[in-house]
């Protein structure tokens, strides 16, 4: 940047309070060369000036006439002169017009300096649907239902981060200068290209991640940002919160009053399948192990597109475990029913269990 560049973008700093102590010390260097640019800086010092409790109006008036008195008395100006009350409000109009050049010139030189600010583009799935992504390196996302995916216009150029709310089947394009970041609530997913598939609902008691293929690091956000590195076919389970229904849930760990649950387990596949039940809802099937009632309906409500009201409060606390391809929600409450007998009633995408 040239020298005269960078005098003007240091002093719109100066002007906005964003200068350094740094940059600081090189404007005054600057401006010491430079003494006609350092008398303009002075009047945009005096632009900064607090306010005096005077209205606006009075406050520029004196300000001018202040300003207008310097350049009238400065070493520039030796020659005295009567100044009438017109010819004041002419200095006035003179002054004023020369510090919005001022200021302009400064503020378009800052401005050109300063990166654009980036817009996130945001990817979102409604109850009973799915969408496929690809992201501008060419990574692969498939979002489930009720999700949002969000990333920003200048992905894969200043770094490729997303941030997930709900389901997204990750297939990351390699790049090993350059990681692939997600952002969840309660974890950071860091990878360098694999496979593998988050799961971070807002209306569930904990985040999951289940690699698939290659290398994930997950940062625990509050676990004093605690990195856990997994190896293909595990999943690592973080509770969203300290809760009794998170202890149930996850029975394998250890509660701790000032961490979030933590437990990382082995990935099986689906009986007769190569999937894991993970990962097996990118090919339209809906896994259910050992979950109860509760949950499962959320789930439902998501999958489906439907609202669910249960009244058989014993059902609710009932564990199911299970695996449909295709079927219809009448045909997955049916299947249901075998295990637990109960009614319901089917109208207008409303669901009422008895």
């Known amino acids: 940047m040239e020298q005269h560049e960078r005098l003007w973008e240091l002093m719109a700093k100066r002007t ?30 005096k632009i900064s000036l607090q306010s005096t ?29 009567t100044i009438t009350p017109e010819r004041s409000r002419s200095w006035r109009a003179i002054a004023a017009v020369s510090l919005v050049l001022v200021i302009g010139a400064a503020m378009a030189i800052y401005l050109r300096t300063t990166p654009p600010a980036v817009v996130w583009s945001t990817v979102q799935t409604k109850p009973g649907s799915k969408t496929r992504i690809t992201l501008p390196d060419g990574s692969l996302v498939v979002l489930n239902a009720g999700s949002t995916l969000s990333y920003p216009s200048n992905f894969a150029k200043s770094g490729r981060v ?6 997204g089947y990750f297939d990351v394009t390699k790049m090993v200068n350059d990681p692939f970041v997600i952002h969840t609530t309660t974890v950071d997913v860091k990878v360098l290209g694999t496979t593998f598939n988050v799961r971070a609902y807002a209306d569930e008691p904990h985040t999951e991640t289940a690699l698939i293929s290659g290398a994930v690091e997950v940062t625990v956000k509050d676990a004093g940002k605690q990195h856990i590195t997994l190896s293909p076919r595990q999943k690592l389970v973080v509770a969203n919160a300290i809760t009794e229904t998170a202890v149930k849930q996850l029975p394998a760990a250890r509660p701790d009053d000032q961490k979030p649950l933590i437990v990382l387990e082995n990935l099986e596949k689906e009986q007769g399948t190569d999937l894991v039940a993970e990962a097996a809802w990118v090919e339209n099937r809906f896994v259910y192990r050992n979950e109860n009632f509760s949950q499962l309906i959320i789930r439902m409500e998501r999958w489906y597109g439907v609202t669910v009201e249960c009244h058989n409060q014993a059902l609710l606390q009932t564990s199911f475990t299970g695996n449909v391809q295709g079927e ?17 009633n089917i109208t207008a995408g409303k669901v009422i269990i008895h």
């Not at 200068?19 to 009047?43: D, I, K, N, Y």
């Not at 004196?62 to 300003?67: E, F, H, N, S, T």
């Not at 997303?162 to 389901?167: A, F, Q, R, S």
């Open 16 to 45: 906005a309070g964003t200068l350094s102590a740094a940059e600081e010390v090189e404007l005054e260097v600057l401006l010491e060369a430079t003494p006609e640019v350092a008398r303009q800086q002075e009047l945009l010092d």
């Open 53 to 81: 409790g005077k209205s606006s109006l009075e406050r520029k008036e004196l300000l001018l006439d202040r300003i207008m008195g310097d350049i009238a008395n400065g070493d520039n100006n030796p020659v005295e002169e």
């Open 162 to 167: 997303v941030k997930l709310t709900g389901e």
């Open 328 to 344: 219809s929600l009448d045909q997955l409450l049916s299947m249901l029913k075998q295990t637990k007998q109960f009614d319901y």
